[in-house]
């Protein structure tokens, strides 16, 4: 298959995938289903990579693609092929309506409600995830019980950032600083999904799934943005019936 099934107990009127980098038509170091426009692709090939996906996964609707801004600003999520909204974010309570992020080594966060009716679909670079883009989406949703999974993003041991970056979540809570491992005198490593389960244990979300993936790694699977500069997308989508 040239997607990845989330494993997670959710409920059975919610579907939700991740695309490979496989599949498609795109061609060099886009090659080759990658849906982003954003990306240098040709606009002809994304458009049929899309029309891939839709086709493979039967979605019910084109999805609600977002012009991603590494923010904290979350939408609802409505059918408006005409609109491209600025977020990393979008939710709905609405059946038939495909939730949507794009990412490269960034983590996609899917977010669905027990009783099936509440989904979203998070991006959460380092930056969103420090901004609050994870807590601003349980708070879009307004339900008091949710189930998360961490899809594939950079693993713990590529993620290289500045000493910066690591202060910066600490301040924000120290209970970030277990996301961190010094790796030379002013760099750490840091664990992308560790900092989303810290970030959602902090929200009270305790059904946490996924999260065993590296997109650097792993290059026949997965686009990375880090690995390979000018490179495509992988889709992460959830709908409900």
Known sequence: MNWIKPDWPAPRNIHAAVTLRTGGISQGSFSSLNPALHVNDSPQSVAE???IISTMLDLPSSPVWLEQIHSDRVVKAEYSPQTLQQADASYTDQSKIVCS???ADCLPVLLCSPDGTK???IHAGWRGLLAGIIS???KAMHTPDIMAWLGPAIGPECFEVGAEVKTAFVNKSSTFSDAFKLHHTDKFLAD???LARIELASLGITQVYGGQFCTVTDQQRFYSFRRDGETGRMATLIWRD
């Open 192 to 194: 992308i999904y560790q």
């Open 136 to 138: 601003n989406t349980v």
């Open 119 to 121: 989904i979203a679909a």
């Open 101 to 103: 992020v794009l990412t």
């Open 49 to 51: 990579n899309r029309h």
